[in-house]
């Protein structure tokens, strides 16, 4: 970034702001965020990739695209700690992915601290609607259940 910078400075090119974001797409990114999220502004956590890569299945393969599951304990854990880390040193995190637009998800991402969504704009109205009717306060002590349970989707209603 700092190179582009300097090309744009001796061209005389103006340019604003520059913000550096990093995408949370693979468990290692996930796990090592303290050692490298000082560098970026924002965060955001693509969840297609997150659960393929954490579960070792490939969605596109029929014969073990059923294991798919955004409900695994593994991957609602770096999801969510990796939420709590943006918070903590101030970087704003975003979700993108199925999960984002999963209407059954909404609470539960916002209950971990989740403020951020990006979605197919044919969820936008569902996801807003479930917003809106949401009491985060209380969807904290329940997100924290459903990251202790065993069975998340059992939590689910």
């Known amino acids: 970034v700092k190179q582009a910078q300097l090309d744009l400075d001796a061209r ?6 520059v913000r550096l974001g990093a ?3 693979i468990p290692a990114a996930a796990l090592s965020l303290k050692l490298f999220l000082k ?16 579960l070792a299945i490939d969605r596109a393969d029929e014969s073990v695209a059923h294991l798919y599951d955004p409900l695994h304990p593994a991957v ?10 943006g918070a903590a040193q101030g970087k704003s995190v975003s979700v993108c992915g199925e999960m984002a637009g999963d209407v059954n ?6 209950g971990m601290g989740l403020r951020s969504f990006s ?8 996801v807003k609607q479930q917003i809106l009717r949401a009491d985060t306060e209380k969807l904290k002590a329940w997100a924290q259940q459903v990251l202790a349970s065993e069975d998340p989707a059992s939590l689910l209603n």
């Open 12 to 17: 005389g090119v103006a340019y604003g702001d």
């Open 76 to 85: 609602l854990r770096l999801v969510a700690d990796t939420i709590a880390e």
């Open 39 to 54: 560098h970026f502004d924002y965060l955001s956590i693509g969840t297609n990739d997150l659960i393929q890569y954490t």
């Open 105 to 110: 998800l909404t609470r539960l991402l916002l």
């Open 23 to 25: 995408m949370i797409e």
């Open 119 to 126: 979605m197919h704009p044919s969820q936008v109205l569902l």
